[in-house]
């Protein structure tokens, strides 16, 4: 199976721009779809971005399209999220995860492997 481990979280103000990287480890991640996820205090988990194997497809969730973009290089075995603009709801933990099939969408339960997660904080 994959480990997951996210890194890149931070402070930052609104406006700015943060890269969160998802390194995995213990198989490729050519054979997984990849996704993030956050979840902010007292709300529930919700997806924001996924990518196919081959890096060709992706799809956002509406709050965060044109300003996430999500990347991965499997021969580097790194997944990275691109956040510009970043709003004060952008705040959250923020988790990489994989599944091992050919499309998982934005549903959380399709995903087989999570990450530890990574700390954003907007400030307004």
């Not at 603009?85 to 969408?105: F, H, I, R, V």
Request: glycine share 8%.
């Amino acid at each position: 199976q994959v480990q997951l481990v996210e890194s890149g979280g931070g402070l930052v103000q609104a406006g700015e721009s943060l890269r969160l990287s998802c390194a995995a480890s213990g198989r490729s991640l050519s054979i997984y779809v990849m996704a993030w996820f956050r979840q902010a205090p007292g709300k529930e988990r919700e997806f924001v971005a996924t990518i196919n194997r081959s890096g060709s497809n992706y799809y956002y969730a509406e709050s965060v399209k044109g300003r996430f973009t999500i990347s991965r290089d499997n021969a580097l075995n790194t997944v990275w999220l691109q956040m510009n603009s970043l709003k004060p709801e952008d705040a959250a933990n923020y988790y990489c995860a994989a599944a091992e099939t050919n499309w998982a969408g934005q549903l959380a339960t399709r995903y087989d492997y999570w990450g530890q997660g990574t700390q954003v904080t907007v400030s307004s």
